[in-house]
């Protein structure tokens, strides 16, 4: 569980990225679990768009890829979503996060 020091830090590293997935029409597909999965092992933080022709809403859709691919929803503003999960291998971690 992230606390909330830990969250502004990953809220402020996520402002600079660009969202490098969307939810479409067909909402929060198998492939798409996957391809945010793959992702999040590469870059731990991970910045989702919510298209406006989508059925499913930012936070519903963020809850739905949190509990996929494992990862924790950092915030939801508009109809944009971070998630954030560790790197299993520890060479590829490169986020510190402040202590709990």
Not at 42 to 69: C, H, P, Y
Request: hydrophobic share 35%; glycine share 4%; net charge positive.
């Amino acid at each position: 569980m992230l606390t909330s020091k830990q969250r502004a830090h990953l809220r402020s590293l996520a402002n600079r990225l660009d969202a490098t997935h969307q939810v479409g029409k067909s909402g929060v597909s198998p492939e798409l679990s996957a391809s945010v999965d793959e992702t999040l092992e590469k870059r731990e933080l991970v910045k989702i768009s919510v298209l406006q022709n989508s059925e499913m809403d930012a936070k519903s859709a963020a809850d739905t890829l949190g509990g996929r691919t494992r990862s924790q929803v950092v915030c939801v503003i508009g109809s944009k979503f971070v998630l954030y999960r560790q790197a299993k291998d520890e060479k590829r971690r490169h986020i510190n996060l402040p202590k709990k």
